[in-house]
């Protein structure tokens, strides 16, 4: 897949992105966030929205998301309940007193929007996009093509650098196929993820991951016709040459795999092997 790389970003600077958007990338580096997470500042109709303002238990960037913002920040946004995304938002609401916003029905349950949003709502002028699969709550956002390209804050359903990890429970792998041909079907110029760097002409992308997930699955089903299998064997064959840290990611994207086969009469369990329907 064409997946983009960059120079690992200037830890604490606010960097330009287009008009009227910028990032600061927290300093959680990892095989899972890249250089990672992507906090954006967006100019709006209702003023400065902070986008995922990060991880819990990094004062240095609450603090570089205050200096850069004066601390006039009028909404705080949430893309999804990972931590890795909404972590910050304690401390960051507690320095501005900003209200926070995300989906209605939260994964976890130290986070409760005082904004809840659906799918089609409008926001700031951005629409909220309901894209379950990687989380039950991840939302994206997509912006009017106000500078003549249409922008999509795509957060961890679609990242530039990587395929997303889809763990159950809160992973499901049925919505996630139906997310990505939710965005197959829109025109989008730009996609801005919650990791890494920008991506244009994004469809290509995404077409690409739908294809990847149907070949993976079609792997599995093979597989299982030749006997019964645990999670991590599954994954041993197909994963066979993967990086040994994101072995352990590989095996939840197996099950959910598993499950969404089961889901639709294709795969049985028996305790913790599967087998072919």
């Known amino acids: 897949m064409p997946f983009l790389t960059e120079p690992e970003p200037e830890r604490g600077a606010n960097l330009p992105v287009m008009p009227g958007i910028s990032r600061i990338v927290a300093n959680n580096p990892s095989p899972m966030t890249y250089f990672g997470t992507n906090t954006y500042l967006i100019d709006t109709p209702d003023g400065l929205v902070v986008l995922d303002p990060g991880p819990e238990d990094h004062p240095e960037h609450v603090e570089a998301i205050l200096r850069h913002t004066g ?19 304690p401390a960051l609401q507690a320095a501005t007193n900003a209200p926070t916003v995300g989906f209605r029905n939260s994964a976890i349950p130290d986070f409760d929007p005082d904004i809840k949003l659906s799918h089609g709502d409008t926001f700031a002028g951005m ?36 395929t997303s990890i889809v763990s159950p429970p809160g992973g499901d792998m049925r919505d996630y ?34 294809t990847h997930r149907m070949i993976r699955e079609q792997a599995i089903a093979k597989k299982l016709t030749t006997g019964a299998f645990d999670t991590y064997t599954i994954m041993d064959t197909l994963y066979s040459q993967l990086n040994p840290r994101l072995r352990k990611a590989a095996e939840r994207n ?13 795969a049985v369990r028996d305790g913790e092997l599967w087998r072919a329907a």
């Open 177 to 210: 196929f139906a997310s990505l041909k939710l965005l197959i079907d829109r025109d989008d110029d730009i996609y801005l993820s919650g990791h890494g760097p920008m991506l244009r002409d994004p469809q290509t992308l995404v077409r690409e991951m739908l």
């Open 127 to 162: 629409v909220a996009l309901h894209t379950p699969g990687h989380a039950s709550d991840h939302l994206c956002f997509a912006l009017p093509a106000s500078t003549g390209e249409k922008v999509l804050f795509s957060a961890d359903h679609v990242m530039s650098w990587s």
């Open 254 to 266: 197996v099950l959910a795999h598993l499950l969404k086969m089961e889901a639709e009469g294709m």
């Open 71 to 89: 601390g006039q920040i009028a909404y705080i946004l949430v893309s999804h309940t990972h931590h890795d995304h909404v972590g910050a938002v």
